[in-house]
């Protein structure tokens, strides 16, 4: 007779191996499903220029800010002096009456306004105008001058108490931008960390590519470019046109205004600056500084601006290109017109 043995159950060891085996094939069969795929150099090209493009709105914000900021801190300055003298002026008139006073005094007599406008509150007394009938002569000019200087203190302190809190706003706006910017960039280099050497380098030779393409200048370096050789629009623009080819390789920095290093409207309005002619600091502001023109318009050393939001500022070089200041990791050299999306060119008088 056959015997009917059961089969001997696996071990607990054996089990509990089995059961981590399953559980961790599981688990990398599910980290493979979820895993973010590599970016291609193509998307992470696109992101990077897009946090660029973030930055440079970012950063031209920041230096409106900055801007604001500086003419505030002067403004708030300036109001304060105003006031400290007009208190000086207003201490001397009361020590003038105070003389008065005492002239009358020694004399016989006072008049009881100007005893009670001395021994008490002045300032609830001068605001009571029908006293001032009670004084008469000097006495009642000098008193008059006293509580206009009063008034003009008053909305002297209240003015520059506005520009203080003004000024505490933009500086705090400035704060948020220059973390913005920073973010930004961080973004920037970290995704083209992810790319190998290789990969940045191809990167680079293809915008060195793409920027020179049209230039002229056969595929080379993109601070030569074939120009042509029509005139500058006046001889301002033409040294302020000249001053920035002197900075051609110079390095993109956001925020900087040279002479070592430049952003977009730091490179335009150093240049401008050292024609002897003041322009706004900002791309935006520099849009309004001039007469407008199209692009048929452009002549060598007008402002070109950039993109819907007017972010970006260069120079108008001719022939089709500009001379800019582009972005981080490229410096000042000349572009095709046609790489970024033209909005209007800007003559300064």
């Not at 060891?13 to 094939?25: E, P």
């Not at 000019?141 to 520009?163: F, H, M, N, V």
């Not at 003004?166 to 704060?175: E, G, I, M, S, Y």
């Amino acid at each position: 007779m056959a015997s009917h043995r059961r089969p001997k159950p696996p071990s607990r060891t054996r089990v509990t191996v089995l059961t981590a085996t399953a559980a961790a094939a599981v688990a990398l069969t599910s980290q493979a499903a979820n895993a973010a795929p590599t970016p291609s150099k193509a998307d992470v090209k696109e992101k990077v220029d897009k946090l660029y493009e973030d930055a440079e709105k970012a950063t031209e914000k920041a230096n409106g800010a900055e801007e604001a900021q500086d003419k505030l801190e002067k403004q708030v300055g300036a109001l304060q002096d105003k006031v400290a003298r007009g208190q000086e002026e207003l201490n001397e008139m009361r020590d003038g009456l105070g003389l008065m006073a005492s002239s009358q005094y020694r004399t016989g007599g006072i008049d009881p306004a100007l005893q009670l406008f001395l021994s008490s509150d002045p300032d609830s007394y001068l605001e009571k105008a029908s006293t001032l009938d009670q004084v008469s002569g000097k006495q009642a000019e000098s008193l008059k001058r006293i509580q206009d200087k009063q008034r003009t203190l008053a909305q002297q302190r209240q003015e520059a108490q506005g520009k203080v809190k003004d000024l505490a706003d933009t500086r705090k706006v400035l704060t948020e931008k220059k973390k913005e910017v920073q973010g930004k960039l961080s973004a920037a280099q970290k995704l083209l960390n992810s790319l190998t050497e290789k990969e940045r380098a191809d990167l680079a030779k293809a915008e060195e590519e793409r920027a020179s393409r049209g230039s002229g200048s056969g595929g080379g370096s993109s601070s030569r470019a074939d120009l042509g050789d029509a005139p500058a629009s006046s001889s301002r623009a033409g040294a302020a046109f000249a001053a920035a080819q002197g900075k051609i390789g110079t390095p993109y920095v956001y925020g900087a205004s040279g002479p070592s290093s430049f952003d977009c409207s730091g490179l335009t309005s150093w240049a401008y600056a050292q024609a002897g002619v003041s322009i706004p600091r900002t791309s935006e502001a520099q849009a309004n500084a001039g007469s407008r023109l199209s692009q048929g318009q452009l002549q060598k050393g007008d402002l070109v601006i950039f993109y819907g939001d007017l972010h970006h500022v260069g120079f108008y070089a001719g022939n089709g290109q500009v001379l800019h200041a582009p972005k981080p990791g490229a410096s000042v050299r000349y572009e095709a017109i046609g790489n970024m999306p033209f909005q209007f060119g800007v003559r300064i008088a």
